[in-house]
């Protein structure tokens, strides 16, 4: 059974090797297999640092005491961005088509209401049609295409630039 919760710290480890992993197996992530440098201790701070930040958080996935999966949600840190936030979301092939992605975004617009988040915003390769239709489902729309704004194995791809609007009005 697949639990979604926050990361906490003591995560740190797992986090790290999650992401680590994600690099290697999944090309539309944004690092490349071996790029990421983040120590245990950098990793350990980040994560206390979101925890402690209200217009931040990271849902992580969890079978059999493996983290699995993860989203993040990283808001504005100036008064006139605050109300956004720009999400990624890896998971672990292997657990993909099981709902995870759905509960992610269901857990991410209740954290997203409370916090007084009105916007939440991604990008997402063109061809990554799975990710694209799951971001659709959850009301996502496509504002706009980045050109050339990734390489990938030599060849540069677009990005699709999606948001969607929660609707709260201003404090």
Known sequence: ??????IEESDSE?????CMLLDRENKFMMLEPGERKTTLEEQRERIADIR???NQVVFAAQEDGSLVGYLSANGGRFTRNKHSAYIVVGIL??????????????????WAREQQIHRLELTVMVHNQR???LYQKMGFTI???KKDSLLVDGTYVDEYFMAKLIGLTPA
Request: glycine share 14%; charged share 20%; proline share 0%.
């Open 14 to 18: 797992n986090f790290l090797a999650l």
């Open 52 to 54: 402690a930040t209200d």
């Open 93 to 110: 092939e292997h657990f993909t088509s099981r709902g995870i992605g759905t509960v992610f975004f269901q857990k991410l617009e209740n």
């Open 1 to 6: 059974m697949t639990i979604i919760r926050e």
């Open 131 to 133: 990710g694209v239709g």
């Open 143 to 145: 504002e706009g295409i």
